[in-house]
């Protein structure tokens, strides 16, 4: 069996210990064994990062913008085959896994331009003869921490305008899906950086993030995971001066409106609650409708559901994979009975499904889920899941629709269906989450917009776009005596 190592200063380095990873599809199916680091690799890779450092963010900005063009050029001549990794380790269909590898070579062809693209400012000062510039610069050693829901397209927003900017990074992956970060970090590896800029430490969150947190030469940490591990890292941060970007959970509503086209927005509900089996940030967990349409909409997507193919998520048809883990798994059957304790009506699914191939694979299905007739109160309408599961909340008008959305900690994303310009128009305004839809998925945002949410979704700078220089930068202040 293939063995994947760190990337340390430029070199593939050994670990003491590997661990394997496993297609959740196919229980039987070891992908390979992935290197599990230690605190002394991280105290490696950051001394290297750290030594790169003067250099790198000093260099002439078109071999960087060269080096992240190429990045993005062999990411994309190489979606289908990287696609297929994908899927096969973390459980997201096919067709949604290579739409997620061309996504990540987007967006390092995005940053490519932004190395050419960092601008400043000159303006007067209010003394005579004197002349103020204002500009950015490179924080130094970056420790990016992503989750595995999106295991190559969110490493790679996070370290494209890293790089871009003239950052050193050690990159920490989700223990669960190594494989794709693996293979980013050979393509990186292979596109002309200098060694020590771009490193990679594979290994568990408790041993690898807690060192890089932790880390005297680390300027800044991006992370991307669970609003309890977000919080604590924000707090060590703020003790240790650190700059900190923060993604964390979502509770995303959806409302639907007497008003809105039926088919549409039953559509958009089972692609935002169901596809990518539910295990995404920005995944509509509530639905919210109003009064008049409630019956029909619970019966349209009841019927939608019955239609999603669960199964092996390389397989042809497979419409929702399997979910990631066996823990996740539980996590989200515990969830089914948490809401039927408290009185939900469960309308569909619930339980595990077998594969709908009919191959015996073994691995965590488990049927799309719908409960009705739920409370605003209830654990599943508060709490994240993160599966495929979805709760309805009925609600007489858009009024209390808008209050029905905002009464949540998170604030990530929100959408909204109906016709009516009016409700749309008020809606963008009120709706207190980062990104908000109006007749489309909850899920599924651009790679060269900002990306982030409020309240208890995300603490810090945006990412994506040309936002990330507000992370990813520093501002200068310069006078000059003329």
Partial sequence: MSRYDNLINGQWTAADSYSPNTNPSDLSDVIGEYAQGGASDVQAAVAAATAAFPAWSTSGIQARSDALDKIGTEILARKAELGELLAREEGKTLPEAIGEVGRAGQIFKFFAGECLRLSGETVPSVRPGIGVEITREPIGVVGLITPWNFPIAIPAWKIAPALAFGNCVVLKPADLVPGSAW???????????????????????????????????????????????????????????????????????????????????????????FYSTGQRCTASSRLIVTDKIYPAFIEALQARMAQIKVGDARAAGTDMGPVVSQAQLEQDLSYVEIAKAEGARLAAGGARVACHTGSGKQGYYMAPTLFVDTEAGMRINREEVFGPVASVIRVKDYEEALAMANDTPFGLSAGIATTSLKHATHFKRHSQAGMVMVNLPTAGVDYHVPFGGRKGSSYGPREQGRYAQEFYTTVKTAYTLA
């Fill in 183 to 273: 293979a980013l970090a050979d393509i990186i590896h292979r596109s002309g950086i200098p060694a020590g800029v771009f490193n990679l430490v594979m290994g568990p969150g408790r041993v690898i993030g807690e060192a890089l947190v932790n880390h005297a030469d680390v300027a800044a940490i991006s992370f991307t995971g669970s609003t309890g591990v977000g919080r604590g890292i924000a707090a060590a941060c703020v003790a240790s001066g650190k700059k900190v970007q923060l993604e964390m959970g979502g509770k995303n509503p959806q409302i639907v409106l007497d008003d809105a086209d039926l088919n549409q927005a039953v559509e958009l509900s089972a692609q935002s609650g």
